[in-house]
T-cell receptor
Framework: DAEITQSPRHKITETGRQVTLACHQT?????MFWYRQDLGHGLRLIHY???????NKGEVSDGYSVSRSNTEDLPLTLESAASSQTSVYFC?????????????FGQGTRLTVV | RKEVEQDPGPFNVPEGATVAFNCTYS??????FFWYRQDCRKEPKLLMS???SGNEDGRFTAQLNRASQYISLLIRDSKLSDSATYLC???????????FGTGTRLQVTL
């Protein structure tokens, strides 16, 4: 069965360190998204991609970067981790051919920056 | 003003009750609408899409009011297993990125 997986599921890192969160999907979806979820804010879009070599900034992109070198993967990098980036991160993918396409989410990565 | 707004709740209802959630969106050009469900500490999952004419899936009914820019979700005969956070989701324009409301928490009790 097709799926979308995130790794690691939990991560503790120190302020100032570079951290990369992995997202891998086997749906062959063109669209991939990274969200963060914080109490009181819901899910907020960090970066998204509509295909290989395409990346776009979301509403909370400062301090984050992504790259899309193949269809399956969209890794999220925190250039220099800050305590404000402590959050739960969700990756999602959807079929790019339909605006009504269902988005499938990974199980989330709980990141703590100390 | 937030692009998508929801009452955070919580809505505490007894088993068997009918409960309704509303969600408002600010961009009149929004064209696709969904309700997602999120269980505690889990990933969101699609509950149902919302169509212009309204649609029903078992005990769940979704409605869209474009004139007033809101969507609604009605749950009939609530079950304990319906306890979750319900997320209103909107797609605007030609982009496929989903914009989420903050979610409405539902707690169904005995």
């Amino acid at each position: 069965d097709a799926e979308i997986t995130q790794s690691p599921r939990h991560k503790i890192t120190e302020t100032g360190r570079q951290v990369t969160l992995a997202c891998h999907q086997t749906w062959n979806h063109n669209n991939m998204f990274w969200y963060r979820q914080d109490l009181g804010h819901g899910l907020r879009l960090i970066h998204y991609s509509y295909g290989v070599q395409d990346t776009n900034k979301g509403e909370v992109s400062d301090g984050y970067s992504v790259s899309r070198s193949n269809t399956e993967d969209l890794p999220l990098t925190l250039e220099s981790a800050a305590s404000s980036q402590t959050s739960v991160y969700f990756c999602a993918s959807s079929d790019g051919d339909s605006l009504n396409a269902e988005a499938f989410f990974g199980q989330g990565t709980r990141l703590t920056v100390v | 003003r937030k692009e998508v707004e929801q009452d955070p709740g919580p809505f505490n209802v007894p088993e068997g009750a009918t409960v309704a959630f509303n969600c408002t969106y600010s961009n009149s050009a929004s064209q696709s609408f969904f309700w997602y469900r999120q269980d505690c500490r889990k990933e969101p999952k699609l509950l149902m899409s919302v169509y212009s004419s309204g649609n029903e899936d078992g005990r769940f009914t979704a409605q869209l009011n474009r004139a007033s820019q809101y969507i609604s979700l009605l749950i009939r005969d609530s079950k304990l297993s319906d306890s979750a956070t319900y997320l209103c989701v909107v797609i605007t324009g030609t982009a496929s990125k989903l914009t989420f409301g903050t979610g409405t928490r539902l707690q169904v009790t005995l």
